[in-house]
C-alpha cells in the first residue's frame, strides 16, 4: 500500500489557532484547548498554556483560566527533542511509511528502547537515523513495543499528533494485534486468559499474575496440534509487558524457548533426536506479531498489515510436523 498522505508542513514547529465556542463560556482553558485540539494531549497542552507557546487572544495565561467564549487560542511551539539518544544508521524492514506513520518488521535480538544494558544499537536509534524528525516525538514515536525476541509488526508515530492518536487507539482497545507462538503441551481447544498482571515481588525484572495487577487479557486459538506442542494464534485485548508469555505460561502452555518464563526445558516420550536438537537450540522465545490494524492518524481509514512467521519458527513449525 502506498498512498500519498500530506505531509505537515513544519515538522519542528506547530502553528494552529481556534476560535472558542462561546457555549464554553466559564471553562478552564485546559479544557477548551482539549477540545479544540485534540491531536495533542491535555498534558502537552498544559505544558505549552505554562510555557506561553498557547495564548489566548496573544496573551499568556494560566491553564486553570477561566474563558468567556469567543476568544482566539493560538499555538505557537517549538518542539524540542525528547531526550539525548543517538542516531545510528541501523537497517529497519520497514512494511509501510508515509509522513505520519511507519510500520516495521522487527527481527529477533533487536531491542525497541535504549535501557540499562542497552544504550544503545535498538530500533529507536535506527528510527532517529532513518526519520530524524521523531526526536521531537515522546520515544521517537514507539507507542508499543515488542520484547528483544519478539518478531514482527510494530508501529511508528512520526509525528506528535500521529503519536497522540495512536496513543488514544492503544487505550481505547482499538488496535487489532495478533500473534502466533508455539507453546509446549497439547492444547484441546482455544480460550481466554483474564488475569492481572504485575511486577513479579521478587524478580523485578519479571512479570507475574498477581491479584493487585493491570486487568490483562489474551485470547487464544489452536491452529495446530503436534505431539507435544500446539501452534496458536493469539489476540491481544490488553498490553502489558511480557502479556502472552505471562499468561502463557500461567495457564501451563509456556512457549517454547522462553527462559524467563517456561521453566524447565520439557520433551515429551519419543521425542526423536532431530526434534529434540531443534527445540533445545531455538534460540528465543517462538513468538511473532503477525498482524497489526488501526485506524490511520491522517485519513481516518482502517489499515491493516500481515507479516510471514520468520524462518526460525518455519524450521520448527516443519520440524514438529515430522514427527
Request: glycine share 8%; charged share 25%; proline share 5%.
Amino acid at each position: 500500500m502506498n498512498q500519498s498522505i500530506p505531509a505537515p508542513s513544519d515538522q519542528s514547529r506547530i502553528e494552529m489557532s481556534a476560535s472558542v465556542p462561546h457555549e464554553d463560556c466559564g471553562r478552564r482553558l485546559d479544557q477548551v484547548a482539549s477540545v479544540l485540539f485534540p491531536e495533542f494531549s491535555r498534558s502537552r497542552l498544559q505544558q505549552w498554556i505554562k510555557e506561553g507557546q498557547l495564548r489566548v487572544n496573544g496573551e499568556q495565561q494560566v491553564p486553570r483560566q477561566k474563558l468567556l467564549g469567543g476568544e482566539i487560542l493560538t499555538i505557537d511551539a517549538a518542539l524540542k527533542p525528547e531526550g539525548d539518544w543517538l542516531a545510528q544508521n541501523i537497517p529497519l524492514d520497514i512494511v509501510y511509511e508515509d509522513e505520519h506513520i511507519l510500520v516495521i518488521n522487527k527481527p529477533a535480538n533487536f531491542v525497541v528502547h535504549p535501557a540499562a544494558g542497552n544504550r544503545d544499537g535498538t530500533v529507536l536509534n535506527a528510527l532517529l537515523h532513518h526519520c530524524p524528525q521523531v526526536e521531537s516525538v515522546p520515544r521517537a514515536g514507539i507507542v508499543h513495543r515488542l520484547d528483544k525476541d519478539t518478531t514482527g509488526l510494530m508501529v511508528v508515530a512520526k509525528t506528535l499528533q500521529a503519536h497522540t492518536d495512536l496513543v488514544a487507539q492503544l487505550q481505547a482497545r482499538t488496535v487489532q494485534r495478533e500473534y502466533e507462538a508455539v507453546v509446549s503441551g497439547v492444547m484441546t481447544g482455544g480460550g481466554f486468559v483474564d488475569q492481572p498482571i504485575g511486577r513479579h515481588a521478587k524478580q523485578r525484572t519479571k512479570m507475574a499474575v498477581i491479584s493487585s495487577g493491570k486487568e490483562a487479557r489474551t485470547h487464544y486459538r489452536v491452529l495446530e496440534r503436534f505431539a507435544g506442542h500446539t501452534y496458536v494464534r493469539l489476540k491481544l485485548e490488553t498490553g502489558r509487558t511480557h502479556q502472552i508469555r505471562v499468561h502463557m505460561a500461567h495457564i501451563r502452555y509456556p512457549i517454547v524457548g522462553d527462559d524467563a518464563y517456561g521453566g524447565r526445558f520439557r520433551i515429551h516420550k519419543g521425542t526423536s533426536q532431530v526434534l529434540r536438537d531443534s527445540l533445545s537450540q531455538f534460540g528465543r522465545q517462538a513468538l511473532h506479531a503477525r498482524e497489526l490494524g488501526l485506524i490511520h492518524p491522517a485519513t481516518g481509514e482502517a489499515i491493516s498489515w500481515t507479516s510471514e512467521l520468520p524462518e526460525d519458527m518455519q524450521t520448527l513449525l516443519a520440524a514438529l510436523a515430522a514427527e
